[in-house]
């Protein structure tokens, strides 16, 4: 979870699911965040729905540190300059960080 200029992020790895995600939310609650990220999961990844993603597993939530060095470490962004990466995973917001390679 991050805190800037009265917004909180926050960052969630589904990893039980069929398909890997790293979501990140912009939500002060932390349930409302829960179910924003299992949306967006939903939305750009994958499940039936909501019901469907959440019975699959709760995704682990990360620190910003945590999320930031696995979005640094993806196959896709090996060849990315690191300063570009860390300026591309801070503008984000409410968005799909990583998402699983056969998805691709």
Known sequence: M???KGEIFRYFEFYKQEYYALIKVNEMNSV????KSVRL???????ENVA?????GTPRELTEDEAL????????????????LIS???I???VTLLVDGLLL
């Open 69 to 84: 060095l696995k979005f640094i470490k993806a196959d896709g962004n090996k060849e990315e300059k690191a300063g570009y």
């Open 52 to 56: 469907e993603v959440k019975l699959e």
């Open 88 to 90: 591309q995973f801070k």
């Open 92 to 94: 984000a917001d409410d």
């Open 41 to 47: 999961y939903v939305e750009h990844v994958g499940g």
């Open 32 to 35: 409302d965040a829960y179910n």
């Open 2 to 4: 991050r805190y800037i």
